[in-house]
């Protein structure tokens, strides 16, 4: 039987108060809409339809070509959303799950069991719900001794029987495909708000006589719906530990789990060992038998196995095996790090390849440059790649040595075995195995300090 979706993201989320359009909100490094659509995917979902309305181009801009789209140009109640779908889906055979897109905790398992409790029962409608210990506030789930579902009762028409009830209505739904356009034919406005509610379709199917079930789901957290920024944290702080939880489960050992950031796309390799104050950002993939952290900051990083990095920033990186990085070093855009290279303390590199076993122990910029193996660049060294107008290539070949405090002016190359001799500012290129001294001769002036001190003293007479 053909699966569908419909996600609802067509809301302008005033309560955010945000620019940023709702559903677009980050959690845990992905915008919601897009853990949504993952666990409609995940639950074999072939085509879904994303319902947008205000912010739709931003949605669209993010989403690109991978769904499709149906415009709510009116906010009219989620009935007259879903309704906007009928074009595309209104003629297909199949199960079609409604979800919203504020809804980034629900996961893939979840949506499987709502479809799996909805087929098995054979209903026409099957609700997703959340048992709590408080469900006050939201629409409440009343069932027949059978146990499918009567009705929904929302808070302000609850009788103190149903007040009582503690399974809640989560917004997600598993509908029979055309008996759900069919019945949303039928919804009326006739309400305070003049809105076309999609509740009102399990009325309407409870009353032509067709079964509506109720799935009860594991874990009541996921049933969160993201309306402001006190929601959006806790549905971060909720991701974040199921997340460190499944990277626990697969050999990860995170020493402070609550104090370690780690992203939804984020891949970990058994054996690696995250110190506390680490956020793992983006796509980052991290190898085995790696010690990450404290206090590392990695965005889309590509690190392998075996690597320690303490205390540093690297972004957009590709890191070889055996590495190690840090503290306090920040590796740019653009950078590679080949097998065994050491990158020291206040050390920043921009857009360059390392070479196997080269080191930039400390106090260095690179930037625009290819390193050769073995290479050593001492304490104080920098490529200066930009003229004011153009960025510029350094080349240093393998088994090279770049003395401290040496400047080498790009574009220039320095050959393989070359010396570049301490507090040399190189401006034309050094060949293979020459020795390159650039900088003025040492001039010494006996006695002289006792002048310059006598001066000094008479100065501070005359004052």
């Known amino acids: 039987m053909s699966r569908m979706a419909i996600m609802l993201a067509a809301g302008q989320g005033k309560r955010m108060k945000s620019k940023l359009y709702k559903v677009l909100h980050p959690v845990c490094g992905k915008p919601m809409v897009s853990h949504a659509l993952a666990a409609v995917r995940g639950a074999s979902c072939d085509r879904t339809v994303v319902i947008v309305g205000h912010g739709a181009e931003a949605v669209q801009a993010h989403l690109g070509d991978s769904v499709e789209y149906a415009l709510q140009n009116e906010q009219l109640g989620t009935g007259h959303a879903v309704l906007q779908a009928k074009p595309l889906l209104g003629d297909a055979d199949g199960v079609t799950v409604i979800i919203c897109g504020d809804t980034p905790l629900v996961s893939s398992e979840t949506i499987e069991a709502l479809i799996a409790v909805h087929e098995q029962e054979g209903a026409a409608a099957t609700i997703l719900t959340a048992v709590l210990e408080d469900a006050t506030g939201y629409g409440r789930i009343v069932r027949s001794e059978d146990g499918s579902v009567v009705r929904i009762v929302e808070q302000k028409d609850c009788s103190p029987e149903e007040a009582a009830i503690r399974e809640m209505n989560t917004g997600t739904y598993c509908f029979d495909n055309r008996k759900l356009f069919a019945a949303l034919g039928q919804v009326t406005n006739d309400n305070a708000q003049g809105e076309y509610y999609l509740t009102d379709v399990i009325g309407i199917l409870r009353e032509q006589g067709d079964r509506v079930s109720a799935s009860i789901m594991d874990d009541p957290a996921e049933s969160i719906g993201v309306n402001d920024r006190v929601l959006l944290a806790e549905a971060e702080r909720l991701m974040r530990a199921r997340i460190a ?117 400390h106090l260095s910029y690179v930037g625009d440059a290819v390193v050769g193996t073995n290479v050593n660049i001492g304490c104080g060294a920098i490529t200066a790649n930009y003229d004011g107008y153009n960025k510029s290539k350094t080349e240093i070949g393998d088994n090279a040595f770049i003395g401290s405090n040496a400047n080498l002016i790009a574009p220039v190359k320095v050959g393989s075995g070359a010396y570049v001799v301490a507090g040399s500012t190189i401006t034309h290129d050094v060949g293979e195995n020459d020795v390159a001294i650039a900088r003025e001769r040492q001039v010494n002036k006996p006695g002289y300090a006792d002048k310059i001190r006598a001066r000094a003293r008479s100065m501070k007479e005359r004052e």
């Not at 995170?254 to 891949?267: F, K, N, Q, R, S």
């Not at 952290?293 to 070889?320: C, F, M, N």
Request: proline fraction near 6%; hydrophobic fraction near 40%.
């Open 245 to 361: 939880l499944k990277h626990q489960r697969n050999g990860v050992t995170l020493i402070d789990p609550a104090g370690t950031y780690i992203d939804a796309e984020v891949t970990i390799g058994a054996d690696t060992v995250i110190y506390p104050g680490t956020q793992l950002r983006g796509k980052t993939s991290v190898g085995a038998d790696c010690v990450i952290g404290p206090q590392a900051d990695l965005l889309d990083a590509a690190i392998g196995d075996g690597v320690t990095i303490r205390q540093s920033v690297a972004e957009q990186v590709e890191v070889a095996d055996d590495c190690t990085v840090g503290p306090f070093a920040f590796l740019r855009p653009g950078t590679k790090l080949a097998r065994g290279v050491k990158v020291g303390d206040f050390v920043e590199i921009k857009n360059s390849v390392i070479g196997p076993g080269s080191k930039v122990p």
